[in-house]
T-cell receptor, first 110, second 111 residues
Framework: GENVGLHLPTLSVQEGDNSIINCAYS??????FIWYKQESGKGPQFIID?????DKRQGQRVTVLLNKTVKHLSLQIAATQPGDSAVYFC?????????FGKGTMLLVSP | NAGVTQTPKFQVLKTGQSMTLQCAQD?????MYWYRQDPGMGLRLIYY???????DKGEVPNGYNVSRLNKREFSLRLESAAPSQTSVYFC??????????FGQGTRLTVV
């Protein structure tokens, strides 16, 4: 079946750097995508979403970019902080369910 | 407003025992989901319920049953637990072209 995947399993950055987490999706019919953050021992928490009629959406310190031509999503975190250390998942809305990628662990060093 | 509440938070079972994981939401969403998460893996969908009275299989339904008791509650039952079912289980509500909200998880160990 079609699925969502990630390029990098672990990303290590220094505090203050910008972070970029990537995600590839394969279902060209998907029209809604979400990024989740999961801290150790907790459930996933919503960060930001984007619909297929957009190519960019900005939140507080986070930006999601969508390239439908190559079926690619990215999450950019500006001025990364130690509190951003977590596993980040992209999810693809399949009309009745969400399909998740395997996740990228972001490690932020002070 | 508690969001999504799962019980229990931790459980240890012996192989062959049965148990039910409970989930309740106070967000008035029609759709509810059960996922499992294994180390180093993403979340895999076990079952979902698009509305009260309906349930459907997800990616990994074998060994599980579900009940959508009412709009608020969606339970997951393991009839005969196996070590392969050791995992962290997450319940969620919402989704369907909007964000899904997750509970804090149930950490299940089957010995």
């Amino acid at each position: 079946g079609e699925n969502v995947g990630l390029h990098l399993p672990t990303l290590s950055v220094q505090e203050g750097d910008n972070s970029i987490i990537n995600c590839a999706y394969s279902n060209s019919a998907s029209d809604y995508f979400i990024w989740y953050k999961q801290e150790s021992g907790k459930g996933p928490q919503f960060i930001i979403d984007i619909r297929s009629n957009m190519d960019k959406r900005q939140g507080q310190r986070v930006t999601v970019l969508l390239n439908k031509t190559v079926k690619h999503l990215s999450l950019q975190i500006a001025a990364t902080q130690p509190g951003d250390s977590a596993v980040y998942f992209c999810a693809e809305d399949g009309y009745s369910t969400l399909t998740f990628g395997k996740g990228t662990m972001l490690l932020v060093s002070p | 407003n508690a969001g999504v509440t799962q019980t229990p938070k931790f459980q240890v079972l012996k192989t062959g025992q049965s148990m039910t994981l409970q989930c309740a939401q106070d967000m008035n969403h029609n759709s509810m989901y059960w996922y499992r998460q294994d180390p180093g893996m993403g979340l895999r969908l076990i079952y979902y319920s698009a509305s009260e009275g309906t349930t459907d299989k997800g990616e990994v339904p074998n060994g599980y049953n579900v009940s959508r008791l009412n709009k608020r509650e969606f339970s997951l039952r393991l009839e005969s637990a196996a070590p392969s079912q050791t995992s962290v289980y997450f319940c969620a509500c919402g989704g369907v072209n909007t964000e899904a909200f997750f509970g804090q998880g149930t950490r299940l160990t089957v010995v």
